[in-house]
Every structure is written in structure tokens, then in C-alpha cells.
């Protein structure tokens, strides 16, 4: 077979490798301005995101320390104190109140600002300022988003707040909100709430089903001895038609937010 010869024309044919990034230079070339801004752009929009992602963890860290702040006054002012010390004790809660308030203002879409709103609504209980109290822990419950604990604790804060102010209809919504959280161990204190209203309302056979289910469901629950006393009184009385249910606990008997996570 003879040998294909290449003309001189195929010779000098450019390699196709090379056009094309000959073609690419001279595209960049013409149009440089844009992919110049281009990359500024880039740039700019990184040292955006980075410089918010700093900002907001600077936020939460400032609220976070407010928060340890507080915390650790509330702390020293549930502690037992020597006679004739109450006014420090005051003062503890005072200045706690002022610091969550202010975290509340100025970070309240933190997580801090978040679980702020219900230690404040706590103080309100506390001092027994029940319509603050309310607003506070409904400001908290509207508030919360992604851990389910912040949403339990708000709902405990009202059902206490309404149990407290007679309103056993809104506490028992509220506690069986609690009863029904993804927070398995604040569950048992709410069906522990709904046991109580429903004792409160005089509905003694709803009582007696609320405390069989906190026993079968937690017996290990620190409220277990109350609650089985409870039962066994409940049981003595629905067994006797005549024996009306006058023994229902007193207010705040078993609720006392005192005995409850913090």
C-alpha cells in the first residue's frame, strides 16, 4: 500500500487543542471586565456570609453569657438563705429580671433570648403576677422553634399560671400539651398537671386514668409516691357513690413549680 503523503495545507493546519484555547484567551480577553466583576462579586458575597455567620455567633454568645449571668442569680436566690437576708434574695431577682429583660430586647431571636422569655415568665409566677406571667410564657411558647424542650418548659410555665389563677380549663390544655411533648421526661409532669385538674374539676375518674398512665409510663418518676397516695385516695372515694370528692389537693399541692426542672 503507498504511503498517504500530507499536503503542505495539512501541515500547517492548526492543532485542534490549541484553537481552542486560543478561542477561550481571546473570549476571556474581550470579555475580562465581566468575569473580573464577576469574581469581585464572588469575593464580596463570601466575606458577606462569613462576616454574618461571625456576627450572628458574636450575638448568641453575648446572649448566651447574659443568660449565664441571670441563671447564676436565680441560682443563689433559690438557696437557702440565713434569717433577715430576704432583701438580698430580692435583689438576686431583681437584677436577674433586669438582665433577661434586656437580653429579651436586645436578642430575642436568639436561642438565649429564647429560653430567657421563660425564665422571666418564671419570676412573674414567682411574684405571683400571673397576667405577666401569661403574656411572657405565650410570647416564649410563639417564640420557640427547633428544640422541643423550649416549648415544654412554655407550656408548663402556663399551665402552673392558670392552675394558680382557678382556671383549671386552660391549665388542663396546656398540661396536656405538656403531656403529648417530644420531651419524654417533661411528659411526666404533664400528666402529672392533668391529673391534678381534672381532680380540681371534680372529675375524679379522668384524675385516677392521668395518674395510672404517669405510674405505667414512668415509675420511676419523682412524683411517683405522691401520685400513687393520690390514687389510692381517689380509689377509697369513686368506690362509695355517696362520698363526694372533697379532697382534691389544695392549690399548689403537687404543682409547686419549686419541685419542677429548671
Known amino acids: 500500500m503507498?504511503?498517504?503523503?500530507?499536503?503542505?495545507?495539512?501541515?500547517?493546519?492548526?492543532?485542534?487543542?490549541?484553537?481552542l484555547w486560543i478561542r477561550v484567551f481571546e473570549y476571556f480577553q474581550s470579555h475580562l471586565k465581566v468575569f473580573l466583576f464577576s469574581a469581585i462579586g464572588i469575593l464580596v458575597l463570601g466575606i458577606a456570609v462569613w462576616s454574618g455567620i461571625a456576627y450572628l455567633e458574636k450575638r448568641e454568645r453575648d446572649a448566651s453569657e447574659m443568660l449565664a449571668q441571670a441563671q447564676s442569680l436565680l441560682v443563689a436566690q433559690d438557696a437557702p438563705s440565713p434569717e433577715g437576708k430576704q432583701d438580698v434574695k430580692k435583689q438576686d431577682q431583681d437584677k436577674a429580671q433586669e438582665i433577661l429583660s434586656?437580653?429579651?430586647?436586645?436578642?430575642?431571636?436568639?436561642?438565649?433570648?429564647?429560653?430567657?422569655?421563660?425564665?422571666?415568665?418564671?419570676?412573674?409566677?414567682?411574684?405571683?403576677?400571673?397576667?405577666?406571667?401569661?403574656?411572657?410564657?405565650?410570647s416564649a411558647l410563639k417564640s420557640t422553634s427547633g428544640n422541643p424542650l423550649l416549648p415544654a418548659l412554655a407550656c408548663e410555665g402556663l399551665g402552673y399560671t392558670y392552675e394558680a389563677t382557678h382556671d383549671y380549663g386552660q391549665a388542663l390544655i396546656y398540661y396536656q400539651r405538656l403531656a403529648d411533648s417530644e420531651t419524654d421526661y417533661m411528659r411526666g409532669w404533664g400528666l402529672l398537671g392533668v391529673a391534678r385538674c381534672h381532680e380540681l374539676q371534680n372529675d375524679p375518674g379522668k384524675a385516677l386514668d392521668a395518674y395510672r398512665k404517669l405510674l405505667a409510663t414512668y415509675p420511676q418518676h419523682p412524683k411517683a409516691e405522691e401520685a400513687r397516695s393520690h390514687m389510692a385516695r381517689l380509689s377509697s372515694l369513686t368506690s362509695s357513690p355517696q362520698a363526694p370528692l372533697t379532697e382534691a389537693p389544695a392549690e399548689g399541692q403537687g404543682g409547686s413549680r419549686d419541685d419542677q426542672p429548671k
Not at 5 to 17: H, M
Not at 105 to 132: H, P, T, W
Request: without cysteine; charged residues 35%.
Open 2 to 19: 503507498a504511503e498517504k503523503r500530507i499536503s503542505r495545507k495539512e501541515i500547517k493546519k492548526p492543532d485542534e487543542f490549541v484553537t
Open 102 to 138: 434586656d437580653l429579651v430586647a436586645r436578642y430575642k431571636r436568639s436561642v438565649a433570648g429564647r429560653l430567657a422569655r421563660v425564665l422571666l415568665g418564671n419570676i412573674y409566677f414567682q411574684r405571683q403576677e400571673y397576667e405577666k406571667a401569661i403574656q411572657t410564657y405565650q
